[in-house]
């Protein structure tokens, strides 16, 4: 079975930085592009950033460029997004999605149950 | 940036009755990078149409896409109980977005 676990989440003041992983099982992790997509607080979907089966295609949203930086480790199956310079309207779920390519974006299936982060003082 | 745009915000309807929701882009798209979402409460979306019109594995056939250039539409033929929920359209390729979202709601 095809799974995603993010973890990394919390509560975080503002300017501060936070680590978000994703934890993937049962595919080939480095045959896939992967995504973060966020989700504020009654709100709609909004992608975030994109990696590359191979780390070399990097995406990101303009809102968190700069600022935010995805990364990859395949020999341990698993998705990464340091979020630096947090901000309160980076109070979001945040999912980890697998992309349907090697190189993406394509459509994003399946999503993890994401993690919480909110950024308050 | 291409922004996607919902409509109805919420749709209002029984079960067995024909839902027709609408994602209008800002500008033309090509119509293998359009997707359909379905998000349930408090569960992550899960993925129902890609390439506008293909469905996913496992979606039933009551539901369908249709559309091209800016205006695509998702459309439930007779609604199950376990349909009423939010529903997203997604561009997919460079810098994807997405919809609003639109939700149906037990009449």
């Known amino acids: 079975e095809v799974q995603l676990v993010e973890s990394g989440g919390g509560l975080v003041q503002p300017g501060r930085s936070l680590r978000l992983s994703c934890a993937a099982s049962g595919f080939t992790f480095d045959d896939y592009a992967m995504h973060w997509v966020r989700q504020a607080p009654g709100k709609g979907l909004e992608w975030v950033s994109g990696?590359?089966?191979?780390?070399?295609?990097?995406g990101y949203a303009d809102s968190v460029k700069g600022r935010f930086t995805i990364s990859r480790d395949n020999a341990k199956n698993s998705l990464f997004l340091q979020m630096s310079s947090l901000r309160p309207e980076d109070t979001a779920f945040y999912y980890c999605a697998r992309d349907t390519g090697p190189l993406g974006p394509n459509w994003f299936d399946p999503w993890g149950q994401g993690t919480q982060v909110t950024v308050s003082s | 940036e291409i922004v996607l745009t919902q409509s109805p915000g919420t749709l209002s309807l029984s079960p067995g009755e024909r839902a027709t929701l609408s994602c209008r882009a800002s500008?033309?798209?090509?119509?293998?990078?359009l997707a359909w979402y379905q998000q349930k409460p408090g569960q992550a979306p899960s993925l129902l149409i890609y390439g506008t019109s293909y469905r996913a594995t496992g979606i039933p056939d009551r539901f369908s896409g249709s559309g091209s250039g800016t205006d695509f539409t998702l459309t439930i033929r007779r609604l199950e109980p376990e349909d009423f929920a939010v529903y997203f359209c997604q561009r997919y390729g460079d810098s994807p977005t997405f919809g609003g979202g639109t939700k149906i709601e037990i009449k």
């Open positions: 500008q033309s798209i090509d119509s293998n990078f």
């Open positions: 990696i590359s089966w191979n780390g070399d295609i990097l």
